[in-house]
């Protein structure tokens, strides 16, 4: 059991990193790769904090976990339902490559995966809400970037981040995510009572 559910982490793991490498590739065979927009944008971040986050849990696969594996768990299961609840809804419909594979995995694929993993082999116990706010760190650090770089470089990596539209109406989106993103913690958090697969397992 061990073994399969750590082969089964790395292999999503491998997937996602795949998915990005195949987009970087596609990228540079076009002459369009600049890596600085590249891994600009919140998916590639997060696929890649999710890939990270699979392939760590994967050394502790039916073992006790430290503190910091569940934070960091918890904060890719969170980014990842961002990037599914802001792509399919808002953005899916202007993207002429949604068909592709690598599309499918990084918008959807790594989210089930991710969140899956969370609710099957959570911590033994609940994390404490008054740390809910490590889960926004992140997210608010990469927002503040790209405002700055929309405002200087004029480069920001969705259309409704762009300061054109109005920093009122930007703000609007990013309070929006912030509280989304709270309250999707706040159930992960406390959802470690529906898993399925736990440390005591292991025996």
Do not use: K
């Amino acid at each position: 059991m061990t073994r399969t559910v750590a082969g089964l982490r790395v292999a999503v793991a491998l997937l996602m990193l795949s998915a990005v490498t195949r987009n970087v590739v596609d990228h540079l065979q076009d002459g369009d790769f600049v890596a600085w927009d590249f891994f600009g944008y919140f998916t590639i971040q997060s696929n890649l904090i999710g890939a990270t986050a699979l392939m760590v849990s994967a050394a502790y696969t039916l073992r006790e976990r430290p503190a910091w594996v569940e934070y960091l768990r918890a904060c890719a299961a969170v980014y990842l339902l961002i990037v599914v609840s802001v792509y399919w809804p808002l953005l899916s419909p202007i993207d002429e490559d949604i068909a592709r594979w690598t599309n499918i995995v990084v918008h959807g694929v790594s989210c089930v995966a991710v969140v899956g993993d969370w609710l099957l082999a959570g911590p033994r116990r609940p994390l404490p809400l008054a740390r809910l706010w490590v889960v926004m760190v992140y997210p608010l650090v990469w927002a503040t970037v790209t405002l700055i770089r929309g405002a200087t470089d004029g480069w920001v990596p969705y259309p409704f981040l762009d300061p054109v539209n109005g920093y009122a109406a930007v703000a609007v989106v990013i309070a929006g995510i912030v509280v989304a993103g709270l309250a999707v913690g706040a159930v992960l958090f406390r959802a470690t009572r529906w898993r399925v697969l736990t440390p005591e397992a292991a025996g």
